[in-house]
């Protein structure tokens, strides 16, 4: 669809990376078992600390550090931080976000070798929000400190439903998701060659009122129906 033409494959390489995928970085500390017996037999920890029974900090063989509150020998409220520096806070069932949480990881994204300018840049996502079993379920997910998401999602962390995107600086697409693409609602959007379409949008295209600015200065203003000129509508010229 057009409206993600804008959007970067490195954005895209970001959001991918889904949640649950970063949570089963840990799986490595068999920490989803209630049963104490079952964690102290797969797991060994730094200085053979033992799991807490109500609250404190345990530190697993491979660096992965959690702290908060246990019961049965779970997290169900604290934070975990692995070696590589992800991050995850709030509630937790099975050792996995589960009620309010945030999670915070930094990725490097390689630069372009067809741009000689191009450079790595590691850029740091927060998803924050309503999480079920792992999953953000509603939230935002904002890319070094500018939103880039927000609403609810499905399974695969794509926008479901009520939401809102923000794919570059002075572009919006907010209205009604379907597994990540927009249905219907408003949009601001640049194409490759620079012309800007503001408006209405529905079933994936251009379609309502909306305005369609032009590189060269012309303007249109009026109706749009599956990506055209449609109905009584204005042309002016610079």
């Not at 779970?74 to 309010?100: C, D, I, P, W, Y």
């Not at 060659?193 to 529905?202: A, H, L, N, P, T």
């Amino acid at each position: 669809n057009k409206q993600f033409d804008n959007l970067s494959e490195a954005q895209k390489g970001i959001i991918s990376v889904t949640e649950k995928e970063i949570i089963e970085d840990v799986s490595s500390a068999k920490l989803t078992d209630s049963s104490n017996s079952e964690l102290n037999k797969n797991t060994e920890f730094v200085q053979n600390n033992p799991v807490p029974d109500s609250s404190g900090k345990y530190i697993d063989r491979d660096g992965t550090v959690f702290e908060g509150k246990w019961e049965n020998g779970a997290l169900v409220n604290g934070k975990f931080t692995t070696k590589e520096g992800k991050l995850a806070e709030g509630e937790f069932r099975n050792m996995e976000l589960h009620g309010k949480g945030k999670l915070t990881f930094s990725e490097i994204i390689e630069a372009d070798p067809d741009d000689p300018d191009s450079t790595d840049m590691e850029v740091i996502t927060v998803m924050k929000g309503d999480w079920n079993e792992g999953h953000m379920v509603s939230g935002k997910i904002i890319l070094d400190d500018e939103l880039y998401e927000e609403g609810t999602f499905d399974e695969n962390g794509d926008l479901h439903g009520k939401g809102k995107r923000i794919p570059v600086e002075d572009e919006y697409e907010e209205g009604i998701f379907e597994h990540g693409d927009l249905q219907e609602g408003k949009v601001r959007l640049m194409d490759d060659e620079g012309d800007i379409y503001e408006g209405e949008f529905v079933n994936g295209h251009m379609s309502g009122n909306g305005t369609y600015s032009y590189r060269d200065g012309k303007l249109y203003k009026g109706g749009f129906q599956n990506d055209h000129f449609e109905g009584q509508g204005t042309l002016e010229y610079p």
